[in-house]
C-alpha cells in the first residue's frame, strides 16, 4: 500500500477472503452479495476482486460481536453496523460485521450487500462523503437508488486507482469503456470482426430470434440464418438501433416469438426483428435488487423454465406462471455437473444447453445431466 | 387493567444524562472528542460544544454546537464504525 494519496493499494488485483460467518444468511448467499459489493467498485474501476480461501488476502471479511481483537469493539444491536480499514498490511484492508445486527438480502433489517459495498469503499482507501446521495455517506440508508455509487463515489476511487495503462482489455463492461481500447474501436474493429474465426473470439450472449441465431460480442453481431454460414455482421444499432449497448445476456421463448436482450440490469423485448417499446428493469423477473446483472441465460423449452447465470449461481424463472421459482440462487456447479466456471452465454437447442465459457463451448445434455462434448466458440460461425 | 410503565415514567429525569453520554460517546468515537480523565463531560465545554458543531456542519444541520433533537436523532442513527473526520 502506499501513503502518496492517502492510503490505497499499490495494486489493481486485490484479494478477499470471507472468515467467520454470519447464521443470519446461508453461506452461499453471503458469499453472492460480498462478491455483488466488491463488483459495485469493480464495474466503476480497474480493479479486479479475486476470491480466495487462505486467511492471508489483501481484505479478509469477518462476522463479529462486541470486542473481537481490534481494538474497536462492536455495541450489540443498532449503533454500529460494521468497520473496516484502510489498505494496509496485516489487519489493513480487513472489514468486519457486528453480528449482532439482523444481515438481511432485502428491505428488513440490514442488507448485507449495502453496507458492505460502503466499507468496502473504506478497504479501498476512501472516506466518509458529506452527500447524502453517496453509498460512502456514514448513515446506513435501507433503500438506494439502482445506481448505488454517485458520481462522486465514482471519482474517488478512480482518483485513487487510474486504469492500468497499456493492458488488453477484454471485458469492457467491467466499468472500462471501448474509448480506452483502442482496438476495439476506431480503425482496427472492422478489421478483427471480419478475422471472426481468431483463435480467442469468445461471445457475450447468443440466442435464437426468430429463424436465425444471433451472436453478440461487444457492441457488434453477427446473424446467422438457419444453418447456412452466409452470415450478416455489423454493429448492433445497424440491425436494432435503439440497441446502443452491449448484450450481457440474451434468450428465446418460442411460443411468444420473442427475444429478451439484457444488458446490465436493463432487458429489451424483440419481436420479429423490433425492439418492443422502452428497456424494463430485471426486478420484472423478481430479482432481489442486488441483481444488477447476469453473464448468461436460456430459456429451456422441455422445462418451461428461464435460467440466469451470474458469477456460480443461478436463478430458475418460470414462464409459465411469471414467477421465479423458490430456493434460488442456487450453485451452478451443483445442478450442472462439469460447468463450474463464470459464463458468457448460453444456447438452447433439441435437449442441449451450449455454455459458452471463454472460446469453447460446453455442450451439456440436459437430460443426462453431463458436459458431453466440447468445441470452439468460433465454429459456431463456420469457422 | 392500568399497566405500569416504567420506561415511560423514568425517561424524561435521565434523558439529559442519556443524552449526554450517547453524545459524548459518539463524539469520542466519530470526531476525536479527547476523553476526559477526570469528572464529567459538561455539555457546554469548548471541546464539547465544538466537536458538536463539527458534526453538525458534517451532517448539514444547523451548526449550533447544541444537542438538539435532530442531532441527536442522527447520532441515533446505525452507521458504519470508521470515524467521519481524520484520526
Known sequence: YSHIQGTRWNKNVITYSIGRYTRDLPRNTVDSLVESAFSVWARASSLTFVRSHTRNADIMVEFATHEHGDLYPFDGPRGTLAHAFGPGLGVGGDTHFDDDEHWTAGQTGFNLFVVAAHEFGHALGLKHSRNPQSLMYPTYKSSHSA????????????????????????????????????????????????????????????????????????????????????????PITNFMPKIESSIDAAFWVPRRSTAYLIHESMFWTVKGSLVKGKPRALTHFGFPAWVQDVDAAVHVVKTGRTLFFMHDIYWSYNENRRVMDFGYPKYISEDFPGVNTTINAAFYKEGFIYFFIGPQVHKYDYTQKQVVEVEKANSWLGC | APTFMPETESTPSTEPQVDLKLATEYLQQYYNLEKETMGRMKRSGPSFTSKVKDMQIFFGLNATGVLDSDTLELMRSPRCGVPDVED
Not at chain 1, 474509448?179 to 440466442?207: H, I, R, Y
Open chain 1, 147 to 234: 445506481n448505488l455509487l454517485s458520481n462522486e463515489d465514482i471519482a474517488n476511487i478512480n482518483a485513487l486507482y487510474s486504469p492500468v495503462r497499456g493492458r488488453p482489455n477484454y471485458f469492457p463492461r467491467h466499468g472500462w469503456s471501448s474509448q480506452n481500447n483502442a482496438w476495439l474501436s476506431g480503425s482496427l474493429f472492422p478489421q478483427l470482426m471480419e478475422n471472426k474465426c481468431a483463435k480467442d473470439l469468445t461471445f457475450d450472449a447468443v440466442s435464437t430470434v426468430g429463424d436465425a441465431t444471433f451472436f453478440f460480442r461487444e457492441k457488434y453481431l453477427w446473424i446467422k440464418h438457419n444453418e447456412q454460414y452466409d452470415i450478416k455482421e455489423g
